[in-house]
Each structure stands twice: as structure tokens, then as C-alpha cells.
């Protein structure tokens, strides 16, 4: 079964820094998908990101791109000019691309401070 | 176009009575998956439905719970004679197939007294 980890249960960043949260994953198969999702304290779940493994190039959406690292499963999210409204829960999750296997598998997440 | 859809927000129940939970896909998307958050956790899949038929529930308790996904309506997650272990926020789910990105709706928090 797949795992995700996320080590790093709580970080902070000031306003307009950068960070960056981790997430590391455990797999046998070679191809699937990888999301960070975004839970603000209104709890609704916002998709911020995401990569299919059989691309090389890490994915970006405005200030919010991905490290992946495949042969490390590694999926490293980073925020660039970091937002008061940036502060949330951040949880990365993993689906299979097989298409019987449609479940997310969600890390614990990261709760994430911005400090004005 | 509207998101996920889902009521009630919050939901108080007795231990022992029913709770009813409702989700409303996006407009075009014909599959639907429900998730469980319990405190300081990740959502935990708990079953895929696609009209009138359960996909997969693997993740659902074996008794009290049931889902359901009509060909008319929304979908409907039950858990009959409810315990406090069942306090947790309930999440939806949509997509148009079972390959493309689920999109969520805001959640159902359930509070079992």
C-alpha cells in the first residue's frame, strides 16, 4: 500500500518570504499523480498543485511550484512570496494513474503560519 | 459553475441517532467519493460511487455506514445509531471520470454529544 509522509507538522514563514514543505511517498508502481491540497480554517479543501510522474518538469501555478525528486520520492512544495492568505493546513496526497486505483492517499499534513 | 455542494455544514446528533450527510457534485461530474477527517489527521477514503452504483467502499466501516448515489439527487452518506467516534468532518468529492482530479467540497463537520 502507499504511504505519505509529511515530517514536518507544523512551519512559519514571514510575509513575502519563501518556503518550502516537504512530503516524501512510498510506491512500487511508475506512474501516478501527486497533489498538494490547501486547508484554511474555513476547512474547505483547495487543490493547489499538481504533477503525473511521467513528467519531468516540476509543475508551477503562480507562486506555488513543486520539487519532484522520482527516484528520491520526493515531492517538496515551495511558496514564493509567502501571503497572509497562504496560511492553512497543507496536506500532500498520491493517487495511482491505474485506473482502478482512484483512492488519495493524504499525508498528515502541515500547518503553515505567515507572519506579517 | 458551482463546486461540490454539501450539507448540512455542521451536524449535531445524539449517540444513537442518524446522521445524513449530503453531497452535490459539480455539474458534469457523475462520480463521487467520500473521505473522513479525524482530528489532527489526512482524509481517509471511505467509499467511490458513480451513479447507482458503489465502486468501492473498502474504506467504510462494516456496520452503521451506508452511501448511496442515486440517478437522481445527491449522494448520501448514512451512519446509523452514531457514536462519539464518529465526530469528524466528512469531505466529498467530485470528478467526471476516475482518472481526472477529484475537486472537494467544504464539508460536513459531524458532532456526535
Known amino acids: 500500500a502507499q504511504t505519505v509522509t509529511q515530517s514536518q507538522p507544523e512551519m512559519s514563514v514571514q510575509e513575502a518570504e519563501t518556503v518550502t514543505l516537504s512530503c516524501t511517498y512510498d510506491?512500487?508502481?511508475?506512474?501516478?499523480?501527486l497533489f498538494w491540497y490547501k486547508q484554511p480554517p474555513s476547512r474547505q479543501m483547495i487543490l493547489v498543485i499538481r504533477?503525473?510522474?511521467?513528467?519531468?518538469q516540476n509543475a508551477t501555478e503562480n507562486r506555488f511550484s513543486v520539487n519532484f525528486q522520482k527516484a528520491a520520492k520526493s515531492f517538496s512544495l515551495k511558496i514564493s512570496d509567502s501571503q497572509l492568505g497562504d496560511a492553512a493546513m497543507y496536506f500532500c496526497a498520491y493517487r495511482s494513474a491505474q485506473g482502478s486505483n482512484y483512492k488519495l492517499t493524504f499525508g498528515k499534513g502541515t500547518l503553515l503560519t505567515v507572519n506579517p | 459553475n458551482a463546486g461540490v455542494m454539501q450539507n448540512p455544514r455542521h451536524l449535531v446528533r445524539r449517540r444513537g441517532q442518524e446522521a445524513r450527510l449530503r453531497c452535490s457534485p459539480m455539474k458534469g461530474h457523475s462520480h463521487v467519493y467520500w473521505y473522513r477527517q479525524l482530528p489532527e489527521e489526512g482524509l481517509k477514503f471511505m467509499v467511490y460511487l458513480q451513479k447507482e452504483n458503489i465502486i468501492d467502499e473498502s474504506g467504510m466501516p462494516k456496520e452503521r455506514f451506508s452511501a448511496e448515489f442515486p440517478k437522481e439527487g445527491p449522494s448520501i452518506l448514512r451512519i446509523q445509531q452514531v457514536v462519539r467516534g464518529d465526530s469528524a468532518a466528512y469531505f466529498c468529492?467530485?470528478?467526471?471520470?476516475?482518472?481526472?482530479?477529484?475537486?472537494f467540497g467544504p464539508g460536513t463537520r459531524l458532532t456526535v454529544l
Open positions: 468529492a467530485s470528478s467526471p471520470d476516475s482518472l481526472k482530479t477529484q475537486y
Open positions: 504533477q503525473e510522474a511521467y513528467k519531468q
Open positions: 510506491t512500487s508502481e511508475s506512474d501516478y499523480y
